[in-house]
């Protein structure tokens, strides 16, 4: 039993305290677990050796019986051929192997209480060694998130003074000045080197040519009904118009790209009039 002593020493100590000594942490605890399972496979082998022994003695309790019962059947033997001398040499003997039973039968049943403690003993400890296998796992990931919040710190540390932040803040007030100063530049120069209502004027006329084009085409299409003719003298005989003939397939695809191409201009010239 003195392997379990030291098994249940080694692992009632605490392994928390692996934790604040110089040595790594994970190597210790590490070789640790591995001491407990060599330590383990020392008690298994302790434990089937016991086994071994319990068996060996039910056998020779059994043997000593089967003795004790042979020595009683040649004894019988004996008083049915009318030989009682060798019949009390046959019962002697057959006392000696019931004595011998007796023994081994004692020894067994304390071996098999043994071999019941120790079975018993041994699931614990394996029990316990799996438990310090899991907690060595979480202490490892302790002992990695502590190292971890450790190098963030002194990378905190090392960056106190805040000089790089003010850095990045002084640059991103230059630039917010350049960028003002761009935009106050660009409304002088519109202001005092063009002739502004002219300029509007000029947007609006290109803006009423386009929406004319625009109406003209879609006439020319169909798509809205044709201008109406100017009034004439009551004495002028009244010509009659014919409708031109419908335009072709291919006429009408070139017509409405012109026409998306026009809507097109109308709308960035728009955009740039809103602009303003």
Do not use: C
Not at 148 to 155: N, P, S
Request: aromatic residues 4%; charged residues 35%; negative net charge.
């Amino acid at each position: 039993m003195g392997i379990f002593s030291r098994l249940a020493q080694l692992i009632k100590s605490n392994l928390n305290d692996l934790i604040s000594k110089s040595e790594d942490p994970e190597k210790m605890l590490n070789q640790v677990v591995l001491d407990m399972n060599n330590q383990l496979v020392e008690a298994k082998k302790q434990v089937a050796a016991s086994i071994a022994d319990e068996k060996r003695l039910a056998k020779q309790f059994e043997q000593e019986m089967a003795h004790a019962a042979e020595w009683e059947r040649r004894a019988m033997m004996a008083l049915r051929a009318g030989n009682e001398e060798l019949a009390k040499e046959a019962l002697a003997r057959k006392k000696e192997h019931d004595q011998l039973a007796e023994t081994f039968k004692e020894q067994w049943s304390k071996q098999k209480n043994a071999v019941d403690q120790l079975k018993k003993a041994l699931r614990m400890l394996n029990d316990k060694i799996e438990e310090a296998k899991r907690k060595k796992n979480v202490l490892i990931a302790r002992k990695k998130r502590a190292e971890a919040q450790k190098a963030i710190q002194e990378t905190m540390h090392g960056l106190r003074d805040q000089s790089a932040f003010e850095t990045f803040e002084r640059m991103a007030g230059k630039i917010d000045q350049l960028e003002a100063e761009a935009e106050a530049a660009g409304e002088i120069q519109e202001e005092y080197t063009g002739d502004i209502l002219a300029s509007k004027f000029s947007s609006l006329e290109r803006t009423a040519g386009a929406e004319d084009d625009l109406a003209a085409l879609k006439r020319k299409m169909g798509m809205l009904p044709p201008e109406e003719a100017p009034q004439v003298r009551a004495e002028t005989p009244k010509r009659v118009e014919t409708q031109p003939a419908a335009p072709s397939r291919s006429e009408q695809d070139e017509l409405a790209a012109a026409l998306e191409e026009l809507e097109a201009e109308q709308q960035q010239q728009e955009q740039r009039k809103a602009g303003r």
